[in-house]
C-alpha cells in the first residue's frame, strides 16, 4: 500500500455513549498528523452508498460531551451480503481510503473483519457497545455511562421499592450477554442477579426471597439481563409463589444514550490515539483493546473467533453481599 493520506470513520450497529469522543479524537488526531478524514453517514449504508461527510477538526467541535453518532448508525442487512461487502470495497477503492476505523460492537468488528478480505485499505476497529461483549477487551467504549445510566434509576426505584414494601425486577439491556447486569446489579446491591449465562433455578430464587423476609428485609432488588427472556413472566411467577408485591421495570433505550462519563470519553479517546498509531506504523486488521489497564490490540480474525467469558466470580461476590 502507498503512503497513507486519507481516513474514513463509521459507526455502526447499536449505539453508545462515547461514539462521538472517539470520532472527534480521531478526525483530530488524523488532522495532527495531516491526514484527511472523511466519516461514513448511517453505518455501513453509507459504505455502501458511498455517502460520507468531511471530518476535518472543525466538523467535531461540541461534540465531545454528547450521546449517539453524529455519523448515525444502522443494522445493514445488505451488509452481510457479498454484494454489499463488494459494493463497500469499491466505496473506499474510488475514494482512495488507506484506512477505516470502525466504531461499534460485536457485529460491527464481525462485519469489519468480513470486509477487510475484500479490500487493500487497513481495517481498525474501536469497540464500541454498552453490553461489553467484545472479545479480548476489558471494557467497551459507553458501557460505563450505561451502568451509570442503570444505577441512577435503580437508586430511584429503591426509594419506591423499600417505601412500598415490593420486590422488583429491573431488566437491563445486554442483548445475550449479562455484563452490563452482572456489573449494574453489583453496583446497585441487588439481592439477585439473572444472567443468561448462568442457568437459575426458580424455586430456590423463591426461597432467597422467602429467607429475605424472614430476615427482615422488606424489599428486593432482582437485575435481570434482558438475555434470561420472559421477565414479565418471571414477576407473575414470583408474585405467585411469594408473600411479596412484584413490579418488573424495564429500563429500556435509556441505557444507551445520555452524555457519556469520563471514563467513556478517556477509553473513546485512548483507543483512537491507538488505531492512529497503529495506521501511521503500516499495521492492519487490528482491534484496539483494552486489557489489565493498558491499551492494546488484537486481530480482527481473533476478536471474532472467540466468545468474551463473565466472570462468574462476581456472581458470588454478589451474593455474599447481599445477605
Ligand atoms: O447492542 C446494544 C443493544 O442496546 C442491546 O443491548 C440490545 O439488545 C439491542 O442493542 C437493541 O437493538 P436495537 O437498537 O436494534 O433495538
Not at 431488566?171 to 449479562?178: D, I, K, L, S
Not at 489489565?292 to 488484537?298: A, L, V
Request: aromatic content about 4%; proline content about 2%; hydrophobic content about 40%.
Amino acid at each position: 500500500m502507498g503512503k497513507l493520506r486519507k481516513l474514513a470513520v463509521v459507526t455502526s450497529g447499536g449505539d453508545a455513549p462515547g461514539m462521538n469522543a472517539a470520532i472527534r479524537a480521531l478526525a483530530r488526531l488524523a488532522a495532527w498528523n495531516g491526514l484527511e478524514v472523511v466519516g461514513f453517514e448511517r453505518g455501513w449504508e453509507g459504505v455502501i452508498e458511498n455517502k460520507f461527510m468531511r471530518l476535518d477538526s472543525r466538523a467535531v467541535s461540541g461534540i465531545l460531551h454528547l450521546g449517539g453518532t453524529i455519523l448515525r448508525t444502522s443494522r445493514c442487512e445488505k451488509f452481510k451480503t457479498r454484494e454489499g461487502l463488494e459494493k463497500a470495497a469499491e466505496t473506499l477503492a474510488v475514494n482512495d481510503i488507506g484506512g477505516l476505523i470502525v466504531i461499534g460492537g460485536d457485529g460491527s468488528i464481525r462485519g469489519a473483519n468480513e470486509l477487510s478480505k475484500y479490500t487493500d485499505a487497513s481495517i481498525m476497529a474501536l469497540p464500541a457497545s454498552i453490553d461489553n461483549d467484545v472479545y479480548g477487551t476489558d471494557e467497551t467504549i459507553g458501557f460505563d455511562t450505561a451502568v451509570n445510566t442503570a444505577l441512577t434509576e435503580i437508586n430511584k426505584i429503591r426509594d419506591t421499592a423499600v417505601s412500598h414494601e415490593r420486590t422488583f425486577i429491573i431488566e437491563v439491556m445486554g442483548r445475550r450477554r449479562g455484563f452490563l447486569a452482572l456489573e449494574v446489579g453489583l453496583t446497585a446491591g441487588a439481592e439477585i442477579i439473572l444472567v443468561p449465562e448462568v442457568k437459575f433455578d426458580q424455586e430456590k430464587l423463591y426461597e432467597i426471597l422467602r429467607k429475605n423476609a424472614a430476615k427482615g428485609k422488606r424489599s428486593s432488588i432482582i437485575v435481570a439481563a434482558e438475555g434470561i427472556g420472559e421477565t414479565r413472566k418471571l414477576a407473575e411467577d414470583i408474585q405467585k409463589n411469594v408473600d411479596t408485591e412484584v413490579r418488573l421495570s424495564v429500563l429500556g433505550y435509556v441505557q444507551r444514550g445520555g452524555s457519556p462519563t469520563a471514563r467513556s470519553r478517556m477509553l473513546a479517546t485512548l483507543f483512537a490515539e491507538k488505531a492512529i498509531d497503529l495506521l501511521l506504523d503500516g499495521v492492519e486488521g487490528k482491534v484496539i483493546v483494552l486489557q489489565r489497564g493498558e491499551i492494546t490490540s488484537i486481530t480482527l480474525e481473533e476478536a471474532c473467533s472467540k466468545e468474551k467469558p463473565l466472570n462468574v466470580n462476581l456472581l458470588e461476590l454478589a451474593e455474599k453481599l447481599a445477605i
